[in-house]
């Protein structure tokens, strides 16, 4: 199709589904957002490592064509003020796979989150956050190198979906009369009011997609993150039909937890991926306690977010944490930090969470040995004690670098 602003490259090919599965020629187009605040930076930094690896990886035989798309401040200037121009959906959907930088949110009305907003519209239902701890990076645990996790975070329902009422709005009493006269619910006079959908539907893809990635990446758990004690009929639900769905689709590769003792004495069988679940609350002591206990962790969307982070904050922090939205096909991969305004093209800022969003990237589309190659070239950076500001001030003898000459530094290490 034709966009208004959007190039689309013409040495590139398109990213197709075929049988189900996708289809990925040698020189696929993949979109990107620049992202605002400190979005250039990085993302100029990440493409270049990005660009770098691939030719390291596969001589020539591979390379990415890159198509800018616009949201946020940027596409605010481009489209009178618009920013989440309806195109940039179109593409998405066009081109299938993309990464984003961090987005900054108009104040005053309008979209509650571009980040929300940008799953939403395209149904891009799990939050995928890898947690992994990287030789060298600082860390506030005795024992980072024990953590290895992926959160899948259902992303479109629980508070998230918006549905909510101020307090003093005839929209928040309308609500509140029918709750307390035909409902019999109690609560205080001028409360704001929030409803909190779960469905089977939901619940049941986003588990379904979690353990689909445990059996492919070799996993051994996949564990539902509840509230199921209090809120029965949302997360008890979600933990309900999460087991469910295991064993309505994967009966034959996986097991429940109280199968692996009441039937193999607590030996997992090879092959079987055990489904358990955790409380929300302690599901936290357990990851810093006990976290060789876990693999996947499937999570409604708050709970989703509260752990994406503090996982994060054991391995090195959000600075370098990736993370993914996924549909059935459509992807936009994402730095999970802010926009850091006070850093705007300063060069100054760690790359990390985007760039190792782009190394999963690579690994959706099949390029894993480039995404490899980054791993490795960013974590001899790091030993080698040359890091950006956020880490070299908690390392003694490092040699802080800039954003651009971190890159650099990470490319010669390919």
Known sequence: MTYEKIVVPTEGQKITVQNEKLNVPDNP??????????????????????????????????????????????????????????????????????????????????????????????????????????????????????????????????????????????????????????????????????????????TKRLVSKAIQYALAEGFDTVTLVHKGNIQKFTEGAFRKWGYEVAKEKFADVTITEDELWSQFKGKRPSGKVVINDRIADIIFQHTLLRPTEFGILATPNLNGDYLSDALAAQVGGLGIAPGANIGNYVALFEATHGTAPKYTNLDKVNPGSLLFSGAMMLEYIGWREAATKIYRAFEKTVSQKIVTYDFARQMEGATEVKTSEFANAVIQNL
């Open 29 to 202: 187009i993949l979109a990107f957002i620049e992202g605002d605040g400190i979005g250039y930076d990085i993302t100029t930094a990440s493409k270049r490592i990005w660009d770098a690896a691939v030719q390291s990886a596969y001589g020539g035989q591979r390379k990415i064509s890159w198509m800018e798309i616009y949201s946020g401040e940027k596409a605010a200037q481009l489209y009178n003020g618009d920013y989440m121009p309806a195109e940039t959906f179109e593409a998405m959907r066009e081109f299938i796979v993309g990464i984003k930088g961090p987005l900054t949110t108009p104040i005053g009305g309008g979209f509650r989150s571009l980040n929300v907003t940008l799953r939403q519209v395209l149904d891009l239902y799990a939050c995928v956050r890898p947690v992994r701890w990287y030789e060298g990076i600082p860390s506030p645990v005795k024992r980072p190198q024990d953590l290895n996790m992926v959160i899948f975070r259902e992303n479109t329902e629980d508070v998230y979906a918006g549905i909510e009422y101020e307090s003093g709005t005839p929209e928040n009493e309308k609500l509140a009369k029918f709750l307390r006269e035909e409902l019999g619910a109690k609560f205080f006079e001028g409360a704001g009011l929030g409803i909190k959908p779960i469905s089977a539907f939901a």
